[in-house]
């Protein structure tokens, strides 16, 4: 759709050319309850996270991101001894 014809829907609809507002939805998840969770269980997964908040795993994995918390596992390549880009049979 171009802007003319957005313009006139809108100017059919509302009388005017302003947008509706907004409605933001509160979050599903509370954001220093979190933090407070992953504080206390920091070696726990994405999946136990969710779990226990009962929300998805994106949703939690979203708000660690917004939050600059990262949940970095180590790898067991590390602990065997083996390169990054070596596969074991």
């Known amino acids: 759709m171009d802007r ?7 100017l059919r609809e509302n009388g005017n050319l302003n947008h509706k507002p907004l ?8 954001y220093q309850k979190l933090k407070e969770y992953v504080e206390k269980n920091p070696d726990n997964y994405l999946r136990e996270m ?3 908040f009962k929300v998805g795993k994106s949703t939690i994995r979203k708000a660690l991101i917004k939050m600059k918390i990262t949940l970095k596992k180590r790898p067991n ?9 070596v596969r074991s049979i």
Not at 4 to 10: A, M, P
Not at 23 to 30: A, E, G, Q, S, T
Request: no cysteine; hydrophobic share 30%.
């Open 23 to 30: 409605i933001r939805r509160p979050r599903k998840l509370d």
């Open 77 to 85: 390549y590390t602990e065997n001894g083996m390169r990054k880009n």
């Open 50 to 52: 969710a779990e226990v």
């Open 4 to 10: 003319v014809s957005t313009w006139r829907k809108l």
